[in-house]
């Protein structure tokens, strides 16, 4: 069984470094043909057809935006272990990239714990079925999820929000293969 992870596409925020208080009603920006069709080019090749799959997105607007753009006649449900981890106590004054370590741990109570606990109810649930999951989610979680999966789940929710050590953008797919432990970047 595989998990295709596949990051939102870009918001307002996402382009300048805004932390979001509303993370759940944040849009994404127009997709346009273009594209949508270099999004297929690159990515259709990694989704064999033939095989069976299942769909699931977060529970926030631009998550379920992005899976209803990219794939318009697939059936999906939402998944709360798919959700962005809550960061939003940062404030909306600063940039991600302006805020301290410190600063940050003053005000976002979330561990590598936390963390590491929401990522195993996730592959839990994925695991559930023997299809292929196709999800759609943020680059938080999902930069999470890589270092989860390449055995550094001690990383710091700092680290992560700052792609430390791993870099995922905007409708990038990270691909886990559950029967070979292994994982795959396909960057967009």
Same mark, same amino acid.
């Given at each position: ?83 962005? #981890?809550?960061?939003? +106590?940062?404030? $909306? ?5 302006? *805020?301290?370590?410190?600063? &940050?741990?003053? /005000? ?13 109810? #996730?592959?839990?649930? +994925?695991?559930? $079925? ?5 999800? *759609?989610?943020?680059g938080? &979680?999902?930069? /999470? ?11 710091s ?18 691909i886990?293969?559950m029967k ?9």
């Amino acid at each position: 069984m595989k998990i295709y992870l596949i990051r939102h596409a870009p918001t307002a925020a996402n382009l300048n470094g805004s932390i979001i208080q509303n993370y759940k009603e944040i849009s994404i920006l127009p997709l346009t043909n273009s594209i949508m069709s270099d999004w297929h080019k690159k990515m259709d090749p990694y989704l064999l057809s033939g095989e069976t799959y299942r769909f699931r997105s977060s529970h926030a607007l631009r998550c379920r935006q992005t899976m209803e753009a990219l794939f318009p006649v697939q059936q999906y449900i939402t998944d709360e272990n798919l959700g962005e #981890f809550d960061c939003s +106590a940062l404030g $909306s004054d600063k940039k991600f990239w302006e *805020v301290t370590k410190k600063e &940050f741990e003053s /005000y976002v109570k979330l561990s590598s714990a936390d963390m590491g606990f929401q990522a195993q109810k #996730f592959i839990d649930g +994925a695991q559930s $079925s023997e299809a292929n999951l196709v999800a *759609v989610s943020h680059g938080m &979680f999902i930069r /999470y999820m890589y270092h989860f999966m390449t055995g550094n789940r001690d990383i710091s929710p700092y680290e992560v929000i700052n792609s430390k050590g791993f870099e995922f953008k905007n409708l990038s797919m990270l691909i886990i293969d559950m029967k070979a432990h292994s994982v795959e970047v396909v960057p967009f």
